[in-house]
């Protein structure tokens, strides 16, 4: 079925939950006259209502994600499904596979490199039949470093990378309580399953098959950085949004270089001060990695923690803000710096107009012919850089002076 028979242009999947919703209120402000856009969940009354405050003219899909005959129709009925609905590995899988079945493009927030690794195993292949286009990772994570990394290397010429580094200058944000559901799950699910455990510790997790890579995981992260004498510490997702990095690179015939190295540290300023808040990062992270991931302290930690479904009220969400410079150094000619802000909450207002100028560009742009598990990079690329510069984003690849 081509694309301009379906019933939808998009289908957003859990526009009520806490993401989903600035997500549908950014579609309902900034999607073209003739988008024809459906909103779908379990509850007919709970999107109703959405539909009313945003005062918009929708579609209503109810769907249950573990119906399997639900989600097959909805995704035969859309051209992109965009979906909020997370933990990605619990309720992601059978999504992710109706759309690569029915040739239906599809856009995620997940930061799981579980779900992500079966998805490529199971849909990877089929949906370069069917020529849909699978792209995780369509929110904060992962797509200002893999447009960081992808667009800065378009700018070098396209020779190999020796090393790149996104450092986060700016981030004031809240956690939502899906992205620690998120985290939980993953851990739980890697207590017993020891592919799980690499998948989160592997850089090349994404990409199969073998290569001549450099090895990985030594030191914290944290430390000073030689160039400014400022101090770092390890972002939290850094770990997985090298996964996303490597991925791309494999995507391109390892485009960038088989050696490169990637890494994501936080900036946290010069002399003890800093230091110290480098310090306390790190550990903190640690902290809440290790508790989650034993379960006497996650029980603790559960009553601690945001629910999920819940996150940081609108004022805190309000005052959100992030920016973050990604250098890249190539085997030769000068070193080249992306620079990405934007004055909103990276994990919501950010998110939201990320995933949905996602979904529209998957909708209506004239892409590249790819079809597979891609990225946000390899997927949509410039083209997508441009939708989120005219939303407020700034996006720049200038030398590294």
């Given at each position: 079925?081509s694309?301009?028979?379906r019933e939808h ?10 993401v989903g ?7 309902a402000?900034?999607?073209p ?8 969940g379990?509850?007919r ?20 994600t573990?119906d399997?005959?639900?989600v ?8 992109v499904v ?9 309720y992601?899988?059978?999504v992710?596979?109706?759309?690569a ?17 079966r998805?490529?195993?199971?849909n ?24 960081g ?10 020779v ?26 993953q851990?739980?699910?890697a ?11 592997s ?9 001549a890579?450099?090895?990985y ?22 770990a997985?949004?090298q996964?996303?990095?490597q ?5 391109t015939?390892w485009g ?26 790190t550990a903190?992270?640690?902290?809440l990695?290790?508790?989650?991931a ?24 309000a005052?959100g ?8 150094y190539p ?5 080249v ?15 939201g ?22 990225t ?26």
């Amino acid at each position: 079925m081509s694309a301009n028979t379906r019933e939808h242009d998009i289908v957003l999947l859990g526009a009520t939950g806490f993401v989903g919703r600035f997500t549908a209120a950014h579609l309902a402000r900034s999607a073209p006259a003739g988008v024809r856009i459906a909103i779908a969940g379990r509850s007919r009354q709970r999107l109703e209502k959405l539909a009313g405050e945003l005062g918009v003219d929708w579609q209503i899909v109810q769907v249950d994600t573990a119906d399997a005959a639900d989600v097959a129709r909805m995704a035969a009925s859309a051209s992109v499904v965009a979906t909020t609905v997370g933990p990605y590995l619990r309720y992601g899988l059978g999504v992710v596979s109706a759309c690569a079945a029915a040739g239906t493009s599809y856009a995620d927030l997940s930061g799981e490199s579980a779900f992500v690794t079966r998805s490529i195993a199971h849909n990877h292949d089929l949906a370069g039949r069917t020529g849909a286009r699978i792209v995780h990772s369509c929110g904060f994570d992962s797509i200002p470093s893999d447009l960081g990394v992808g667009l800065a290397h378009a700018a070098v010429g396209g020779v190999p990378i020796v090393a790149a580094v996104l450092r986060v200058r700016a981030l004031r944000g809240g956690i939502s309580g899906g992205t620690i559901d998120s985290l939980r799950q993953q851990l739980k699910e890697a207590e017993s399953d020891p592919a799980v455990r690499r998948a989160i510790r592997s850089p090349y997790a994404l990409t199969p098959g073998p290569s001549a890579r450099l090895p990985y995981g030594s030191g914290s992260g944290w430390g000073k950085d030689r160039a400014s004498a400022a101090w770092q510490a390890p972002f939290v997702m850094g770990a997985y949004n090298q996964q996303i990095v490597q991925r791309s690179n494999y995507l391109t015939g390892w485009g960038y270089g088989q050696l490169m190295r990637y890494r994501e540290v936080v900036m946290t300023g010069r002399g003890a001060r800093g230091a110290a808040r480098a310090a306390a990062l790190t550990a903190g992270t640690a902290a809440l990695v290790g508790g989650l991931a034993f379960p006497p302290t996650r029980a603790l930690l559960d009553r601690m923690l945001p629910a999920p479904g819940s996150g940081p009220d609108a004022d805190a969400i309000a005052r959100g803000r992030f920016a973050l410079d990604i250098d890249v150094y190539p085997v030769e000619g000068e070193p080249v710096r992306t620079t990405i802000s934007a004055p909103f909450d990276p994990g919501y207002g950010g998110t939201g107009v990320m995933l949905g100028e996602s979904a529209l560009s998957l909708a209506r742009d004239d892409l590249p012919e790819h079809a597979g598990v891609l990225t946000p990079m390899v997927a949509m690329g410039e083209v997508l850089a441009d939708r989120l510069r005219a939303n407020r984003f700034t996006i720049a690849v200038a030398p590294l002076g």
